[in-house]
């Protein structure tokens, strides 16, 4: 298993700034990824955080907006750009271990834009 | 591209009645399905994995099972409890190692 630490938890944030969300993890993963749940809906995927390499990124988000970090294979950062209200979201962080499908997530940072 | 729906969209039933959520997913081509809770603004906990080559998973209180071929799941509560209110999250695992597609759950709610 993998223990994930997400920080911020929470933030309340004004439009037009921008925020960098921590995923930190116990252990060297091979995946790690970013969701984002806006209000009442599912889970989304954003993107695959690749080390040492650009990101990958889903239909839908761009690295404009949604810059990731990799440095190593037990880090990485999301920056949420730009922000506006619209990005009000729970962000998670996710990480696969080599070897097992689980999916492990982290207790995510929930975003207000005002 | 995988889809996952969940029925129903929210449910509440009386303290200690057994209850079942459904989970259907179009793309049987699956490495495992997960449920998932997740509090009011919170994250995800796990609560069952069940892989792709098994039929069902047990954890007290809770069984899920998985028919592949049909592209079905169910998770089934027993004596349900009022701490057990939150929402129900199905996600499959597909397309990609690891990379998980989500449902947009069943919100439940115990009534004591």
């Known amino acids: 298993s993998a223990v994930i630490s997400q920080k911020p938890s929470r933030d309340i944030c004004q439009r037009g700034t921008s925020l960098t969300i921590q995923c930190q993890v116990d252990?060297?993963?091979?995946?790690m990824f970013w969701y984002r749940q806006q209000p009442g809906q599912s889970l989304t995927l954003i993107a695959t955080a690749n080390q040492g390499s650009e990101a990958t990124y889903e239909s839908g988000f761009v690295i404009d907006k949604f810059p990731i970090s990799r440095p190593n294979l037990t880090f990485s950062t999301l920056t949420v750009s730009n922000m506006s209200p619209e990005d009000s979201s729970i962000y998670l962080c996710?990480?696969?271990?080599?070897?097992?499908?689980?999916?492990?997530f982290g207790q995510g940072t929930r975003l207000t834009v005002v | 591209k995988q889809e996952v729906t969940q029925i129903p969209a929210a449910l509440s039933v009386p303290e200690g009645e057994n209850l079942v959520l459904n989970c259907s997913f179009t793309?049987?081509?699956?490495?495992?399905l997960q449920w998932f809770r997740q509090d009011p603004g919170k994250g995800l906990t796990s609560l069952l994995l069940i892989q792709s080559s098994q039929r069902e998973q047990t954890s007290g209180r809770l069984n899920a099972s998985l028919d592949k071929s049909s592209g079905r799941s169910t998770l089934y509560i027993a004596a349900s409890q009022p701490g057990d209110s939150a929402t129900y999250l199905c996600?499959?695992?597909?397309?990609?190692?690891?990379?998980?597609?989500f449902g947009i759950g069943t919100k439940l709610q115990v009534i004591p």
């Open positions: 996710s990480v696969g271990v080599r070897g097992n499908t689980e999916a492990f």
């Open positions: 252990s060297q993963v091979t995946m």
């Open positions: 793309d049987s081509a699956i490495y495992n």
């Open positions: 996600a499959v695992c597909s397309g990609g190692y690891q990379k998980v597609t």
